[in-house]
């Protein structure tokens, strides 16, 4: 891959990223602003990933008929408007129109991009590659979770960082970008043909649980702290920092580790790192021991997102496509309503069960993942 078009990628992803985990953090916050009760302000998580979800199956089957760079062109002006309107809303209401339409334009650049890693990059360069572009995005969502303490105010504005530099995004793409040209002769979309692979309906079962689980637990945590401990917008936004800097160390090394130890071993122990975090949910009654414990989980997410990421780039070239789309859309999906059912299991019996069901689970998932991919 073209030096200057794996930067632009690198951008592309730290922007897209930027506020991801943030919001999980300002959801207190944003409640406060528009004078609103905090449930009523959660449906800006899943609202993001649901959209993703869906829209994601659109975006990668066009690359059969249409050059990577202009759809990224596309995409690209969608997310800056609905990043810009989103960051200006007057009203929970507005703010919700916002935040679905950025799930809709933001899905496109994650599936397009490991089409063109799937296609490009050599076979032992892929684990990294992917390591280096996921490690940006953790990156991006470790400022955004950062700066999110000084938001207290105005947590919205947040998100005109992300608008104003996806226009940067948006030039580089016009100017500096490969077409990454994919065409062929025939528009088909196989992802029937895709499903009837045993291996690749595991791996997406590997996927959509670990996304449920993950997100079960990550969308209602920044509430938990708020609730448990009275704790303030910038104290859980510590929080939250703490776990992406720990994300951003592991994937950016989980590529190079996947590469030498093999993406589902790596994955594995992710989520066993992940289990040990919500484990110690179930005990801890001091914030600060949630500070040094969350290192795990995301660490653990980290090592589990590359692992899985890099072992689809292996998948074969007939499937990439819509597997690459696959995997964003229902990630994304689970996702959103892994959030949904976790405030749902949190209203009728608590925070300990959810932590608990949660930890049960993963700790399952990980143990048992060399059984259910291979």
Not at 110 to 135: R, S, Y
Not at 340 to 369: E, R, T, W
């Amino acid at each position: 891959m073209p030096k200057k078009s794996l930067y632009i990628f690198c951008l592309m992803f730290f922007v897209i990223s930027f506020g991801v985990s943030a919001m999980a953090a300002l959801i207190p916050s944003i409640a406060v602003y528009f004078g609103i009760d905090k449930a009523q302000a959660l449906p800006l998580t899943w609202l993001y990933m649901l959209p993703y979800g869906v829209f994601a199956l659109v975006w990668a089957p066009f690359t059969r008929i249409v050059k990577v760079k202009k759809i990224l062109l596309i995409a690209t002006l969608g997310f800056f408007l609905s990043s810009f309107f989103f960051s200006l809303s007057r009203s929970i209401e507005q703010a919700f129109i916002a935040r679905f339409l950025m799930g809709c334009f933001g899905c496109s650049f994650v599936p397009l991009v490991l089409i063109a890693v799937g296609k490009v990059v050599p076979p032992g360069e892929k684990a990294k590659t992917i390591g280096i572009f996921f490690g940006f995005s953790y990156f991006s969502n470790f400022i955004s979770v950062f700066l999110s303490g000084f938001f207290e105010k105005f947590p919205l504005g947040l998100y005109l960082i992300p608008s104003i530099a996806s226009l940067l995004v948006f030039v580089l793409v016009l100017t500096k970008l490969e077409d990454f040209d994919f065409r062929v002769d025939k528009f088909k979309i196989s992802y029937l043909n895709t499903l009837k692979d045993k291996k690749v309906i595991n791996f997406f079962l590997v996927v959509t649980l670990g996304s449920l689980l993950y997100h079960g637990l990550q969308q209602r945590l920044g509430v938990y702290l708020s609730e448990s401990f009275s704790l303030g917008q910038m104290a859980i936004s510590s929080v939250f920092t703490v776990a992406t800097l720990a994300a951003i160390i592991f994937e950016f090394s989980g590529g190079f580790l996947s590469a030498r130890f093999g993406n589902i071993k790596i994955s594995s122990i992710g989520f066993t790192l992940m289990s040990v975090f919500a484990f110690s949910l179930i005990f801890i009654g001091n914030y600060k021991l949630i500070l040094l414990m969350i290192t795990f989980w995301g660490a653990g997410m980290a090592l589990t997102h590359v692992g899985l990421a890099s072992h689809l780039t292996s998948f074969p070239d007939r499937i990439l496509r819509d597997a690459s789309s696959l995997n964003s859309s229902l990630r994304f999906s689970f996702g959103g309503l892994g959030a949904f059912l976790g405030g749902l299991l949190v209203s009728i019996a608590g925070f300990k069960v959810l932590f608990i069901v949660i930890f049960l689970s993963i700790f399952f998932l990980g143990f048992n993942l060399k059984k259910i991919i291979n």
